[in-house]
């Protein structure tokens, strides 16, 4: 059998899509159908069915999939091991799962980092949903992803930052002067922004001190904070310390510590489990580990709401 054709297989299995399997493998969609043709015929099986916007697999399909996915990972390897990836002359497109803030403070390290060494690479942002983050990384709908979000071990990762978070409010706010205890924290006016991705873990630190709140403002980016912030003498926001610290230099915001105990977040950098392109995976996977490590973040570009 072709080899090319092994790789169409792959591609539409992990996809479920002719167009993002024609994306991985830098060919049209009219040639990615007509290899699935050839498939079909050399089988004698549909192999895929098209169910609402995806290309499910038939049975078939599925039983030969681990076999053909294990052989290909084979031969990417030795012929990795032979030209090995040579980002200079790539133009290969990467994808990264990346939240708000993750795109905000760290995609101006990432584009440099690529950059430097792959000029003629893309980077396409994805935006994080983490529901759906373990079904990408499996299909190779992402390349990377980074998130606090712990997913099972047998995804690879690399730990890149840590983070903690504070809360802030206006310098008008009553709770501006002295300490933040469990108490003004609880009976305080919180906002608070849906497309935190660390969210979650917030929420369970603030259970566990029976400090839960229930926020009077949510808002979805967190663009929007820093006016709605400093202009109110009343709101509160917990947020991650990056950010305060960068909007504090710009608004008349002040800062206070926890009133609770909170572990620090664990930022992880996620690898798609796929098998094709290891070369270039196993290159983006340490450039944008070493672009993150590197960099402080760049959120204080969050300047207007």
Do not use: C
């Amino acid at each position: 059998m072709d080899l090319n054709l092994i790789r169409v297989m792959v591609a539409v299995y992990e996809t479920r899509s002719l167009t993002m399997a024609g994306e991985r493998l830098f060919v049209t969609q009219s040639a990615i159908s007509q290899a699935l043709g050839r498939l079909r015929n050399q089988f004698d099986d549909a192999l895929f069915v098209r169910v609402g916007r995806e290309m499910q697999p038939t049975p078939l399909a599925d039983s030969v999939f681990v076999d053909f996915r294990a052989a290909l990972a084979r031969v990417e390897q030795a012929l990795d091991s032979v030209h090995g990836f040579q980002p200079s002359d790539s133009e290969r497109v990467f994808r990264i799962a990346l939240s708000e803030l993750g795109e905000i403070g760290w995609l101006p390290a990432i584009h440099a980092a690529v950059r430097a060494e792959a000029p003629r690479a893309r980077v396409d942002v994805v935006p994080l949903e983490t529901d759906r983050l373990a079904e990408w990384l499996d299909r190779g709908s992402v390349d990377l992803a980074v998130t606090p979000s712990d997913l099972p071990l047998e995804y690879e990762r690399s730990p890149v930052k840590q983070e903690n978070y504070r809360v802030l409010m206006s310098a008008t706010n009553r709770l501006a002067d002295g300490d933040m205890t469990i108490e003004r924290y609880q009976h305080a006016v919180h906002a608070a922004v849906t497309s935190d991705s660390g969210a979650h873990l917030l929420e369970a630190a603030q259970r566990h001190a029976g400090a839960a709140i229930i926020p009077r403002v949510t808002v979805q980016h967190f663009a929007t904070l820093p006016r709605l912030i400093a202009e109110s003498d009343e709101l509160v926001v917990t947020i991650p310390t990056a950010i305060a610290m960068g909007w504090a230099s710009t608004w008349p915001i002040v800062i206070k510590k926890l009133p609770f105990e909170m572990a620090p977040i664990e930022l992880n950098l996620y690898r798609r489990r796929t098998t094709q392109g290891t070369g270039a995976l196993n290159w983006f996977y340490s450039t944008v580990a070493r672009a993150i490590q590197g960099s402080a973040g760049e959120f204080s570009a969050i300047r207007v709401g």
